[in-house]
């Protein structure tokens, strides 16, 4: 339960970091063209994509070997695998609701399995209900430990299995199964392809 809550603290500390980001921004979500990097291969969604972004705006120097709140501490993953970045921004922050609403992959993601889709700035005044909508969370299951399945695209927020922090677009941190997550375009318990993007509804 502790862990949890230092968790769910990094969580909101992540929150004020993107609130300044907007304000030096224009009110625009962090965006850029995918893939990230390709060497390694990541995308913008993940923790060693994102965070570039946010860093400038956190209280300490963060790096690798210095992760501080863009780590869980009870993710188990090798500090290498994700670079010690346990969460996951939402796809839906820079791509459009038309965009979302046309990906409908339903193994793997639909980014990952072809020619990337364009990125576009997305606005906080553009999300229609701020509460509902998932910002942020933990990518596994850290808190309530699960089976990972051998196929990686059954995993994360693939998997409709473990309970994790979800930092909302309100400001909120909610630590939520994932079967009380709505189904996105994909048929996963997905934040990154909600139904209708940012202006749709991950939870209740």
Known sequence: MAKRLVCATN????????????????????????????????????????????????????????PSVLLCPED???????????????????????QIDSMNCTEKHVEQRGSPTESIPQKSSDIAKPFAKILIGEWDSNHLRIEQDNRW?????????????????????????AKQIRQ???????PNMTIHGIKGIDWP
């Open 76 to 98: 188990p993953s090798p500090e290498e695998k994700y670079e010690s970045t346990s969460y996951s921004y939402t796809m839906a922050f820079y791509h459009s609701p038309q």
């Open 153 to 177: 695209w059954c995993n994360g927020w693939w998997s409709w299995n473990g309970s994790r922090n979800y930092l909302f677009a309100d400001g909120q941190v909610n630590f939520l199964k």
């Open 184 to 190: 996105a375009r994909d048929g996963c318990p997905n």
């Open 11 to 66: 969580l909101k500390q992540i929150d004020l970091a993107i609130r300044l980001y907007l304000d030096g921004n224009n009110d625009t979500y962090p965006c850029t063209q995918d893939p990230v990097s390709t060497n390694p291969p990541y995308w913008l969604w993940m923790g060693r994509g994102w965070r570039k972004f946010v860093e400038p705006y956190l209280s300490r120097n963060i790096d690798v070997n210095n």
